[in-house]
């Protein structure tokens, strides 16, 4: 014989500890790297970043392909993903040592830790000019990227990950305007 309110108690205590040994396993699951472009995935990438955060050294770049719209456009979707797997590929091998994710459909984020403010823009050149020299191939056809850059240096103490994305997005938007492609974020 056992008392209903015993007998309750213990099944719940048996479904917590299974769901959280579950959610553990599904969390341990997901990988670290993109598959195909061998990139950090995006929350890697974000959870690297907030590790990063609290000693507010180096910086984040943010590099947007772009005309994305019309790449699409002309090669389809399956042809535009293929373009940008190569452009995280070469993306990857230009970063080098600086971890780098795929953010969104034309957009990549580099994470430079160990960077010095000032070497941000020449860091922001070099991704910017190994991507627009470089020969991509879609339906065998050879294609340039024009790519912009914005950095925001993670000394200007931001509260989140949100506030550093939302201040690379800031630069990146004044990159799109500048004829150079390249701008860093000035805080207000």
């Known amino acids: 014989p056992v008392r209903p309110r015993h007998l309750i108690a213990a099944v719940q205590s048996r479904v917590r500890r299974a769901r959280a040994a579950s959610s553990r396993i599904a969390a341990s699951a997901e990988p670290e790297r993109h598959p195909v472009t061998g990139l950090f995935t995006r929350p890697a990438l974000m959870q690297q970043l907030a590790q990063a955060m609290p000693g507010g050294h180096g910086g984040v770049l943010l590099v947007e392909i772009g005309n994305a719209a019309a790449l699409r456009n002309r090669y389809?979707?399956?042809?535009?993903?293929?373009?940008?797997?190569?452009?995280?590929r070469h993306l990857g091998t230009l970063a080098g040592s600086h971890a780098?994710?795929?953010l969104s459909d034309n957009a990549f984020l580099v994470l430079a830790r160990e960077a010095a403010p000032g070497q941000l823009d020449a860091l922001a050149r070099q991704l910017r000019d190994g991507i627009g020299y470089h020969d991509f191939r879609v339906e065998d056809e050879p294609l340039r990227l024009r790519a912009t850059v914005g950095h925001a240096a993670l000394e200007h103490g931001f509260a989140d990950t949100g506030a550093v994305l939302a201040a690379a997005e800031d630069a990146a938007r004044d990159a799109r305007a500048l004829p150079i492609g390249i701008a860093g974020y000035v805080p207000p």
């Open 76 to 88: 389809g979707y399956a042809g535009f993903e293929a373009l940008m797997n190569d452009a995280g």
């Open 100 to 102: 780098a994710a795929r």
